[in-house]
C-alpha cells in the first residue's frame, strides 16, 4: 500500500516557473515508476511526464517537453516536477501517481495509487 500526497501547486502568471512535490509513504517506494498526471475542467486526464523506479528513465507527454522536469528522491520518498515557461493551457489539477513495475505506463487504467492532487492555475 502506498499513500501519495501532493503540494506546491499554486498560481502563477505566463512565463513563470512553479514546482509540485509528491511525498509517498512505505518502504518500497523505489520499487515504483511514478508519474504526474493532469486533469484540466471538462477535460480526461492525461499523462504529463514519468520516471522510473531508480530515476535513470524519464517520459514526456510532447506539450510539456523542454518546459518541464521530473525527478525523484528515493532515500526520502519524493517526486518532483518542475514546470517552467507555464503557458495558461497547463491549467489543471495535478496528480501524483505510482505502479510497481519497472516501465512507466502512459495510461491512467495502469497506475495502483493516486494522490489527491494539487491545483496549478496559470493566469495570462
Known amino acids: 500500500q502506498v499513500q501519495l500526497v501532493e503540494s506546491g501547486g499554486g498560481l502563477v502568471q505566463a512565463g513563470g516557473s512553479l514546482s509540485v512535490s509528491c511525498a509517498a509513504s512505505?518502504?518500497?517506494?523505489?520499487?515504483?515508476?511514478m508519474a504526474w498526471f493532469r486533469q484540466a475542467p471538462g477535460k480526461e486526464r492525461e499523462f504529463v511526464a514519468g520516471i522510473s523506479r531508480g530515476g535513470v528513465t524519464t517520459y514526456y507527454d510532447d506539450s510539456v517537453k523542454a518546459r518541464f522536469t521530473i525527478s525523484r528522491d528515493n532515500a526520502v520518498n519524493q517526486v518532483y516536477l518542475r514546470m517552467n515557461s507555464l503557458k495558461p493551457e497547463d491549467t489543471a489539477v495535478y496528480y501524483c501517481?505510482?505502479?510497481?513495475?519497472?516501465?512507466?505506463?502512459?495510461?491512467?487504467?495502469?497506475?495502483?495509487?493516486w494522490g489527491q492532487g494539487t491545483q496549478v492555475t496559470v493566469s495570462s
Open positions: 501517481a505510482a505502479k510497481n513495475a519497472m516501465l512507466i505506463p502512459r495510461r491512467v487504467s495502469e497506475y495502483d495509487y
Open positions: 512505505g518502504r518500497t517506494f523505489s520499487t515504483y515508476a
